[in-house]
Antibody, heavy 119, light 112 residues
Framework: EVQLVESGGGLVQPGGSLRLSCAAS????????MSWVRQAPGKGLEWVAN????????YYADSVKGRFTMSRDNAKNSLHLQIDSLRAEDSAVYYC????????????WGQGTTVTVSS | QSALTQPASVSGSPGQSIAISCTGT?????????VSWYQQHPGKAPKLMIY???HRPSGVSDRFSGSKSGNTASLTISGLQAEDEADYYC????????????FGGGTTLTVL
C-alpha cells in the first residue's frame, strides 16, 4: 500500500524550531518529486516547499524562505522539513505529498502533523 | 504568490449538478493546462480529483469533471451525493513557484 506518514509536530514557542518527518512506503520513493503543504486552522491549503528526486533542487514559498529547510533521505525513504524561527502564523497542519510523475498534481498525501506556535 | 479565487460556498440537492469556479490570471490558470482540484473532508487529508484541467485519476468517479476557459477553471459535480459534501480546492501551476503552484481559497460544498 502506498503510504506517507508524517510525524514531529507539536507545541513550540515563538522563535523555536521543529523537525518534521514523513515516512514513505509502498513505492519507489527516490523516483518522485515531493512536497510539503500546510493548512492553518480553518484556512485553505498553502504550498510550502518542493524537492526533486535526489534532493539537489529545493524550492520554497516566499513566506517560509530562509526559515524552512527541506531534505530527503532516499536510503531511508524519508522526507524532512526543518522549521526554524517559528512564528504564530506557522501554526498549521503540515502535509507531505507525492507529486505525480507525468502530470501536475499531488497524487498521494499523508494524514498530516500539527504544529502549534504559542507562548 | 496570490491565491486563486473560488466562491466560499456552493450548495445543491442530491442528484443535481453544481459547478465551482476558480479564477486566476494569465500567469497561472490562463497560461497553463496544469490545473488540479482536491477534495477535503473535515479532518482528512486532501484527495486529488482532477489533474491537468480535465483528467480524472484512477478511482475517481466520472461524476467529477473539469474544464477551463481563459483564466477561469471549473469543477463540475453531477448527480450530487451526500458524500460529495466537502471542501474543494483548485491549484494551478505558475512558473514563479517551480512546481509549487498556487491554491484557491477553497469552496465548501453543502449537499442539501
Amino acid at each position: 500500500e502506498v503510504q506517507l506518514v508524517e510525524s514531529g509536530g507539536g507545541l513550540v514557542q515563538p522563535g523555536g524550531s521543529l523537525r518534521l518527518s514523513c515516512a514513505a512506503s509502498g513505492f519507489t520513493f527516490s523516483s518522485y518529486w515531493m512536497s510539503w503543504v500546510r493548512q492553518a486552522p480553518g484556512k485553505g491549503l498553502e504550498w510550502v516547499a518542493n524537492t526533486n528526486q535526489d534532493g539537489s533542487e529545493k524550492y520554497y514559498a516566499d513566506s517560509v524562505k530562509g526559515r524552512f529547510t527541506m531534505s530527503r533521505d532516499n536510503a531511508k525513504n524519508s522526507l524532512h522539513l526543518q522549521i526554524d524561527s517559528l512564528r504564530a502564523e506557522d501554526s498549521a497542519v503540515y502535509y507531505c505529498a507525492r507529486r505525480a510523475l507525468s502530470y501536475y498534481g499531488m497524487e498521494v498525501w499523508g494524514q498530516g502533523t500539527t504544529v502549534t506556535v504559542s507562548s | 504568490q496570490s491565491a486563486l479565487t473560488q466562491p466560499a460556498s456552493v450548495s445543491g440537492s442530491p442528484g443535481q449538478s453544481i459547478a465551482i469556479s476558480c479564477t486566476g490570471t494569465s500567469s497561472d490558470v490562463g497560461a497553463y493546462n496544469s490545473v488540479s482540484w482536491y477534495q477535503q473532508h473535515p479532518g482528512k487529508a486532501p484527495k486529488l480529483m482532477i489533474y491537468d484541467v480535465s483528467h480524472r485519476p484512477s478511482g475517481v468517479s466520472d461524476r467529477f469533471s473539469g474544464s477551463k476557459s481563459g483564466n477561469t477553471a471549473s469543477l463540475t459535480i453531477s448527480g450530487l451525493q451526500a458524500e460529495d459534501e466537502a471542501d474543494y480546492y483548485c491549484s494551478s501551476y505558475t512558473k514563479t513557484t517551480t512546481l509549487g503552484g498556487v491554491f484557491g481559497g477553497g469552496t465548501t460544498l453543502t449537499v442539501l
